[in-house]
């Protein structure tokens, strides 16, 4: 009967110390949970709590903030950095695009090279970037039938096509030239003519 009752204490005992200790871990446990979960954190914060510094150093360098008051990854933060990385993923397939769009119908380059009036035929005279099929045929039959052109003058005067000083301006800075003189004040220029290019390769 002693035994037995020594049995019985012990297991009251032994019975008490665990309902003690779990309710401690329940509290423990149910507070950290109630916190987590409650509107001020998840208001404050994005995902669980970040128990270790460890945990919060690798926030860090992924590039969030930490909150302070509940260590854990300021929601703010968070949503900033999707809103960059999703801006970053635009930029990413625009430039992509760009550059399948830029393949398939890439931008027409121009080679400038010297083109002389008084000795060109009418396929080198159409290299010029603002000189059509047409205005070459012209200058080539004026040529034929009054001989060479003595100076950019004369051209303006016996071309009916390049007797507008646009046309003179572009010819020459796209490499005409008359006795090898570019127009004067319009030298040719690589920049330049490819822009002109540009402008009348559709019209070629």
């Given at each position: 009967?002693?035994?037995?009752?020594?049995?019985?204490?012990?297991?009251?005992?032994?019975?008490?110390?665990?309902?003690?200790?779990?309710?401690?871990?329940?509290?423990?446990?149910g507070?950290?949970?109630?916190?987590?979960?409650?509107?001020?954190?998840?208001?404050?914060?994005?995902?669980?709590?970040?128990?270790?510094?460890?945990?919060?150093?690798?926030?860090?360098e992924?590039?969030?903030?930490?909150?302070?008051?509940?260590?854990?990854?300021?929601?703010?933060s968070?949503?900033?950095?999707?809103?960059?990385?999703?801006?970053?993923?635009?930029?990413?397939?625009?430039?992509?695009?760009?550059?399948?769009?830029?393949?398939a119908?890439?931008?027409?380059?121009?080679?400038?090279r010297?083109?002389?009036?008084?000795?060109?035929?009418?396929?080198?005279?159409?290299?010029?970037?603002?000189?059509?099929?047409?205005?070459?045929?012209?200058?080539?039959?004026?040529?034929?039938?009054?001989?060479?052109?003595?100076?950019?003058?004369?051209?303006?005067?016996?071309?009916?096509?390049?007797?507008?000083?646009?046309?003179?301006?572009y010819?020459?800075?796209?490499?005409?030239?008359?006795?090898?003189?570019?127009?004067?004040?319009?030298?040719?220029?690589?920049?330049?003519?490819?822009?002109?290019?540009?402008?009348?390769?559709?019209?070629?």
């Amino acid at each position: 009967m002693v035994f037995q009752s020594h049995i019985s204490t012990l297991t009251k005992q032994h019975s008490f110390k665990s309902l003690v200790a779990a309710s401690l871990c329940l509290i423990v446990f149910g507070c950290s949970r109630n916190e987590s979960l409650s509107a001020e954190y998840q208001e404050a914060c994005h995902g669980e709590p970040l128990t270790t510094v460890a945990q919060r150093n690798q926030a860090l360098e992924d590039g969030f903030v930490i909150n302070q008051q509940f260590k854990c990854i300021d929601k703010a933060s968070y949503l900033a950095m999707q809103e960059a990385e999703a801006r970053d993923a635009q930029i990413a397939r625009q430039r992509e695009q760009r550059g399948y769009e830029s393949e398939a119908d890439p931008t027409p380059k121009y080679e400038l090279r010297y083109v002389e009036i008084n000795s060109a035929s009418v396929a080198e005279l159409t290299h010029v970037c603002n000189i059509k099929n047409g205005t070459a045929e012209d200058i080539v039959k004026e040529r034929e039938r009054n001989g060479q052109f003595g100076d950019w003058v004369d051209v303006v005067h016996r071309v009916f096509a390049m007797s507008a000083a646009q046309n003179v301006v572009y010819a020459s800075v796209c490499g005409l030239t008359v006795n090898g003189q570019s127009f004067d004040g319009a030298p040719a220029d690589q920049a330049v003519a490819q822009q002109i290019y540009q402008r009348y390769s559709h019209y070629k």
